[in-house]
């Protein structure tokens, strides 16, 4: 049975267009304009995956919502906010509400279809454990690239996927200085500079949740990121 | 900015108004001349009037006028020829100032009596106010030149010129009563004689003659004069001041509003409201309020200017994801063929289009951040230092010179925000700079202050610019095509974070002219 996606979008042009792509990869697409039609049919069945905007033609918050009720239903259902906001107060209230992940709109399809087989692998991984492991470790750092999930210390960190991306892209090759288009390029997203500054915040704020000496992502002025290695 | 003082302020002009007050000594002037004739034409009349009652006293008594024979010297009359009885009588008519002389038909002199010593100089000069009194003193001696008191003591003699000269005497011989005037001797004043025929019967047989001085009517018009002066001087002195007082007030309000709505925008563009003149019942509280309007307006507008950048991006958001999405498609469905050239061109011009978004709502986020940013400390100099190395790699083959302190300079802020200046910094420099010379990064240790400087080779900044230049949406470059976007917000950017770490910014000229240079002054921890 094919993957169902849901695409709540009022613009339809837009709607049309991430529907056709979606199809186009094999997967079964459900589109709606607005909260109370989409809520309407997830009441009776959940889709496998959801993609909100956050505007809903008169309500300006209705993605949040949205997600909210979602997220009520069905713990493990993966949920993107895909918007035209881009506003760091935006992101983390999104993010809050229990998304998966936070793309503005000019994220390009391939960006957004591997993020969602992403998803998709990952929520499959976390009903049926796979037969291989295939898991990352760098001293005190293991990262499971199948379950796309991190964990330091033995302790896991939530991260989303974009962040997951990106310690991925700085654990790969410790000591190694990554810059921020190559993170971008890693993470599938374009965004401004300052946007990637925050991202590592958020992800630095992450780990140091679990162990508050956590100091391994060094910022190297004019460059970019690097994974502190041991010692 | 601050305008220059006006050439000719509102003090001054009110202090020029107030020279009006000087008419007044004029009219008080004209006003004294007015009187002084009156008092002389009195003057006239009473010693005229005083003539003809002594002659016509003499008149019914001849013998009076012809004295003894053969005791008389021809020529020379003395007093000691004179008859005791018109003696008497002439001297009972005489006061000090007040000189009577009777000749008869022969010019020989009868009787003479009184002197033209000018009677005692009048009292005490009129109670003036401790002020009046105290400019009075101070004008002294200009007084004294301007009108010189006629003290002179009259003459002691009748001089014979006045006897045997005068015109006057020769018409009261002829019958007819005579005025005139003559100068003192000596030049000081004037003296006024009448003189009248002493009728006996049918003809003339002597004269009467009396002479006073001017002196007391010059020197009261002097003293008017005096007073005139004095009086104005303080009056207009009062008026000046009060004027002064008045216009000083009014000016400094008018400059404590200017002073305030010149400072009422900040440099962020944020509106204060006017406090000057608020309540004030007048025109200047009129002129606060309608500028404290006028500045609610154009808070509101900035505010829009400021959201604009923001919602602009926002909206351009939903139809460039269209557009992406729609050439996504198109690409995914393997396209028609040559048609792959056509969609390069369109994502090309998307990218363009998107990184002018990335920029504009890279501005407004950062304005968010440094609204609620969070500071720490960091050592500037470290930041730079590991920059610098960056900077050398990535704008290959342009060269840098780098000069920093030997101690750390400790800043309280963002490292990440810092380095995000200098990333600006380092690409504006980059840009314009010319020639194979080195971009010059300085970081300096002033005490309080760290002074960053960034210096390039290249063209001098546009006359008239240099103000604007940190503006949001500002931009001197000349546009070439197919050229990165410039928006102008660079240098916005840097000026917001050198905000956010409480410094200023600044950009000029090379002394030397063979480039520019941009200043951050920040403040150390």
């Known amino acids: 049975m094919p993957l169902r996606i849901a695409i709540v979008e009022d613009e339809p042009a837009i709607r049309a267009n991430y529907t056709d792509a979606f199809r186009a990869q094999g997967y079964e697409v459900a589109a709606f304009a607005g909260r109370a039609e989409a809520l309407a049919a997830f009441r009776v069945r959940l889709p496998d995956l959801a993609v909100l905007d956050i505007g809903l033609g008169d309500e300006p918050d209705g993605g949040f919502a949205l997600c909210r009720e979602l997220r009520a239903s069905s713990q493990s259902l993966p949920i993107i906010f895909l918007t035209a906001r881009d506003s760091d107060f935006d992101t983390v209230a999104g993010l809050r509400m229990g998304a998966d992940d936070y793309v503005t709109k000019n994220v390009s399809l391939p960006h957004l279809l591997a993020r969602v087989s992403a998803l998709f692998r990952r929520a499959e991984v976390a009903r049926v454990p796979p037969q291989s492991e295939d898991v990352l470790v760098r001293e005190n750092l293991s990262i499971d690239l199948k379950r796309f999930t991190v964990a330091w210390r033995s302790r896991p960190v939530e991260l989303t996927l974009t962040e997951f991306w990106m310690v991925h892209a700085l654990a790969k090759f410790p000591g190694h200085v990554k810059n921020r288009e190559q993170l971008m390029g890693e993470a599938h997203v374009v965004v401004d500079d300052s946007t990637i500054t925050s991202h590592i915040k958020r992800i630095r704020r992450k780990f140091a949740a679990v162990d508050p000496g956590f100091d391994r992502i060094d910022t190297v002025y004019g460059m970019g990121y690097r994974w502190k290695a041991d010692g | ?525």
């Open chain 2, 1 to 525: 900015m601050r305008a220059a003082l006006p050439a000719l302020g509102l003090r001054s002009k009110l202090v020029l108004i107030a020279l009006v007050l000087l008419v007044m000594p004029w009219a008080g002037y004209a006003y004294v001349r007015a009187m002084e004739q009156l008092l002389r034409e009195n003057q006239e009349q009473q010693l005229a009037a005083t003539a003809r009652t002594v002659a016509v006293a003499l008149q019914d008594r001849p013998r009076l006028l012809t004295p003894p024979a053969g005791t008389a010297t021809e020529g020379e009359p003395t007093a000691a020829t004179v008859h005791d009885e018109a003696k008497t009588l002439l001297a009972g008519l005489a006061r000090p100032g007040l000189r009577i002389w009777v000749i008869d038909s022969k010019l020989k002199l009868v009787a003479a009596a009184g002197s033209l010593d000018a009677p005692a100089p009048p009292g005490a000069p009129p109670v003036f106010g401790p002020i009046e009194r105290a400019v009075h003193f101070a004008l002294r001696p200009l007084f004294e030149r301007m009108f010189r008191t006629p003290a002179a003591p009259g003459e002691e003699l009748i001089p014979d010129d006045v006897i045997f000269g005068g015109r006057e005497l020769e018409r009261a011989l002829d019958g007819a009563p005579t005025t005139r005037r003559r100068p003192a001797p000596g030049g000081r004043g004037t003296i006024l004689s009448a003189s009248h025929p002493v009728w006996s019967g049918e003809s003339v047989i002597g004269a009467v003659v009396l002479e006073e001085d001017t002196d007391a009517i010059v020197s009261l018009r002097n003293r008017a004069f005096e007073q005139l002066v004095a009086v104005t001087l303080v009056a207009f002195s009062a008026a000046a001041l009060v004027l002064l007082a008045f216009a000083s007030r009014l000016s400094w309000r008018l400059r404590r509003l200017r002073d305030e709505a010149e400072n009422a925008i900040d440099s962020r563009g944020h509106v204060r409201a006017l406090l000057a003149g608020e309540h004030a019942r007048d025109e200047i509280g009129d002129l606060s309020r309608s500028f404290s309007t006028v500045l609610a307006r154009l808070a509101d507008h900035n505010a829009y200017l400021e959201a604009l950048a923001a919602r602009l991006a926002h909206e351009l958001r939903t139809p460039i994801a269209v557009v992406r999405s729609s050439l996504d498609n198109l690409r995914l469905q393997g396209g028609t063929p040559g048609g792959a050239t056509y969609l390069g061109r369109a994502d090309d011009g998307l990218q363009r289009l998107e990184k002018i978004l990335t920029r504009m709502s890279e501005a407004s986020r950062l304005e968010q951040l440094v609204r609620e940013g969070e500071r720490e400390p960091f050592d500037a100099r470290a930041v730079i230092e590991s920059c610098a190395a960056g900077y050398s790699s990535a704008y290959a083959p342009r060269r840098f010179k780098l000069t920093l302190p030997d101690a750390a300079v400790p800043l309280n802020g963002s490292a990440d925000l810092f380095a995000q200046m200098l990333d600006k910094l380092i690409a504006n420099a980059v840009d314009f700079a010319t020639g194979d010379d080195p971009v010059e990064l300085t970081l300096e240790r002033e005490p309080g202050a760290a002074v960053l400087r960034m210096s390039n080779h290249g063209p001098l900044l546009p006359a008239g610019m240099k103000e604007r230049l940190f503006d949001s949406l500002v931009s001197v470059r000349r546009h070439a095509p197919g050229d990165e976007p410039h928006l102008g917000l660079g240098l916005y950017v840097v000026r917001l974070i050198a905000e956010f770490h409480g410094g200023r910014t600044n950009a000029m000229d090379r002394a030397d002219g063979s480039g520019v240079e941009f200043e951050v002054r920040l403040p150390l921890v």
